[in-house]
């Protein structure tokens, strides 16, 4: 069956400091991979995916992720963090027809 | 376009008591779904419609019962809330089964006591 684990349940940077969050999926095939944002009382936000092709994904507010096969990771990488970044994040996978699996979420904080 | 839309934002029950959540979007999209996410167990498939007329079972469907008899609306009842039931609801859509770009309505908050 298929898993995400997010190892960090929470995570407190430096505004400006560099950020990882990290990603590890179990799935017989490839997956699609997604990064959502979920800001407080609010719902959830697509950051970026990867479906192919480049394994470096570009999304929106300056986040990037890379998919490594061989570590079964997704990781959401940010190289200088805003305030405004402090949310929970989610990995997801896509995995075949209507099937979504969700990780725990990572809550990131930013001290000022 | 108001993307999905979801009300109420915030609902008390009762135990026993019996509700509907209502899910609504107007992008045209075939494929809907129903999540509840719960602190450390992130979001899990209650259920799901492949189209007006067709829904099937997620991850964690009992207690829950879902209609899909126009494209736009996918409500959620809550047959006899439970304590077990509190939790953030969140409806999704997309496209088509095929396509993996889900859109979040803002969530209901629900709280059985």
């Known amino acids: 069956a298929q898993s995400v684990t997010q190892p960090d349940i929470h995570i407190t940077v430096s505004e400006g400091a560099s950020l990882e969050l990290r990603c590890n999926y179990s799935?017989?095939?490839?997956?699609?991979l997604f990064w959502y944002v979920q800001s407080p009382g609010q719902g959830l936000q697509l950051l970026l995916k990867?479906?192919?092709?480049?394994?470096l994904v570009q999304g929106i507010k300056g986040f990037e992720a890379e998919f490594k096969r061989s570590q079964s990771s997704f990781n959401l990488r940010k190289p200088s963090v805003h305030w405004s970044d402090a949310a929970e994040y989610f990995c997801?996978?896509?995995?075949?027809?209507?099937?979504?699996?969700f990780g725990p979420g990572t809550r990131l904080s930013v001290l000022p | 376009n108001a993307g999905v839309t979801q009300t109420p934002k915030f609902q008390v029950l009762k135990t026993g008591q019996s509700m509907t959540l209502q899910c609504a979007q107007d992008?045209?999209?075939?494929?809907m779904s129903w999540y509840r996410q719960d602190p450390g167990m992130g979001l899990r498939l209650i259920h799901y419609?492949?189209?007006?007329?067709?829904?099937d079972q997620g991850e964690v469907p009992n207690g829950y019962n879902v209609s899909r008899s126009t494209t736009e609306d996918f409500p959620l009842r809550l047959l006899s809330a439970a304590p077990s039931q509190t939790s953030v609801y969140f409806c999704?859509?997309?496209?088509?089964?095929?396509?993996?770009?889900?859109?979040f309505g803002p969530g209901t908050r629900l709280t059985v006591t």
């Open positions: 999704a859509s997309r496209r088509s089964q095929g396509s993996y770009e889900q859109y």
């Open positions: 799935y017989g095939a490839t997956p699609y």
């Open positions: 990867y479906f192919s092709g480049d394994t």
């Open positions: 997801a996978v896509g995995a075949g027809g209507q099937n979504f699996v």
């Open positions: 992008m045209n999209h075939e494929y």
């Open positions: 419609s492949v189209g007006a007329g067709i829904t």
